[in-house]
């Protein structure tokens, strides 16, 4: 048992300061069908490759707020994160009122698009429409859950009253529509999100997005500035009819306040020098850009370590 602890202690002591050689991270992804595990995965490769004694794996989760409570652990991890959900945790509010989590930005990364899907004959043409139906909200400690209840917030409908809820992730939702077990479902990723994807291909069946766009004003009006209006062009998905017009928010790469300013340094110089390899695994990484870092785009300070990395980049944060 000793052994087995010193072990432990050992793995993380290396995500928080630790000087050992070897060193293990975990990096909080989210479902199989969106675009955080794949990315995720992307970057566990590179960092394994690139970063001396580092080995990174890409964990499968439920999401941001998932990858929020891992970190809170104080264990090796760092994790994709909606800016909300986020937000939440470094404030101790929402799902984590019971504690707040000592957060750092890494990186500001790309923007994370609401879809609310649902496909032709469902009698769904505007958010209201909900009212009455099935309808899947995301995965437990997803930050989809975290935004899909918002944006049923502003809309005005009650989410627990006004419809019958699931709480599916993304490929999940996507083989209930298939099934005709539920009408429509949030989902907020990257473009294009794979699980869209396969919907908007099956034969028989035509896909739809609501538009939503016209809720950030009162999402941002309770929740903070948080949110823009955004558009999901028609060809991204096939079948669409029009530009869907929806609700976008940031997602960042963060980790425990505590982890060393080096490990931080190399985490987010490695994405961004080998960012090409990370555009391969999927197109959303191109938006890793240098000038999206801003504090202003995160509501988590940025951790000494990465702003090093963007201070040596001539990128000025604030």
Avoid at 54 to 81: H, R
Avoid at 106 to 119: D, E, F, G, S
Avoid at 132 to 149: H, L, Q
Avoid at 291 to 309: D, L, R, V
């Amino acid at each position: 048992m000793r052994k087995h602890s010193w072990l432990a202690a050992a793995v993380v002591g290396l995500a928080l300061g630790g000087t050992a050689t070897a060193q293990n991270i975990s990096i909080g992804t989210g479902g199989t069908g969106g675009v955080y595990y794949p990315l995720g995965g992307g970057i566990a490769a590179a960092l394994s490759k690139y970063v001396p004694g580092m080995q990174a794996t890409a964990e499968v989760t439920g999401g941001s707020v998932a990858n929020l409570q891992l970190i809170q652990t104080g264990k090796p991890y760092i994790g994709l994160s909606m800016a909300d959900a986020a937000q939440d945790a470094h404030r101790g509010e929402g799902k984590f009122a019971s504690a707040k989590v000592p957060l750092r930005t890494l990186m500001v990364m790309y923007p994370n698009r609401m879809h609310v899907v649902t496909v032709e004959g469902s009698g769904i043409n505007k958010i209201t429409d909900l009212k009455g139906k099935r309808v899947s909200t995301g995965s437990p400690g997803s930050a989809t859950e975290v935004m899909g209840f918002r944006v049923i917030e502003a809309a005005g409908l009650d989410k627990d009253k006004d419809m019958t809820r699931e709480r599916l992730g993304v490929a999940e939702s996507v083989n209930a529509v298939k099934d005709r077990k539920i009408d429509a479902f949030f989902w907020v990723g990257g473009l294009p999100t794979a699980g869209v994807t396969d919907l908007a291909n099956t034969p028989g069946l035509t896909i739809k997005l609501i538009d939503h766009a016209e809720l950030v004003g009162k999402m941002n009006a309770k929740y903070g500035n948080l949110y823009v209006e955004d558009v999901i062009p028609k060809t991204v998905y096939r079948g669409m009819a029009a530009d869907n017009k929806q609700a976008t928010v940031m997602n960042i790469l963060v980790a425990h306040e505590k982890m060393d300013d080096k490990t931080a340094y190399d985490i987010v110089r490695t994405i961004f020098e080998k960012r090409d390899e990370l555009i391969a695994v999927h197109k959303e990484a191109a938006n890793f850009r240098l000038e999206s870092q801003k504090a202003s785009a995160t509501p988590i300070p940025f951790h000494p370590g990465a702003a090093k990395y963007f201070a040596e980049k001539g990128v000025k944060l604030n």
